[in-house]
């Protein structure tokens, strides 16, 4: 049996690349996602670290900050994740003809 990926690791992982990433600070991330700049370092730290974890509306947030889907920083499929982010950066059109060519390769 296949051995299972902890999210939560996955998680602290891809939240912390997406964030370096972008070149942004624990603390600039947290004020981004509305916390208070007294406590938006210290919590954001605490989410990659796996001392807390956040609810989806803060998981939301996040992903909102850092510009990427919230599908990404959840995913435990590395290959996946890197499609997602693929995906979500092409323009419309693109995705829709990546779609129809993918869907008609599984039918």
Do not use: W
Request: a positive charge; hydrophobic letters at 40%.
């Amino acid at each position: 049996m296949p051995r299972q990926t902890d999210i939560r690791l996955v998680f602290q992982r891809r939240l912390k690349q997406a964030r370096q990433g972008h070149q942004l600070s624990q603390k600039e991330l947290g004020i981004r996602t509305g916390l208070d700049a007294f406590v938006a370092s210290t919590r954001i730290n605490r989410y990659e670290q796996g001392v807390h974890e956040p609810d989806m509306a803060m998981v939301e947030r996040m992903a909102v900050a850092l510009d990427v889907p919230t599908a990404y920083l959840l995913t435990t499929d590395d290959r996946l994740a890197r499609m997602i982010l693929a995906f979500d950066r092409l323009p419309t059109a693109k995705k829709d003809d990546l779609l129809r060519m993918l869907e008609s390769d599984n039918s």
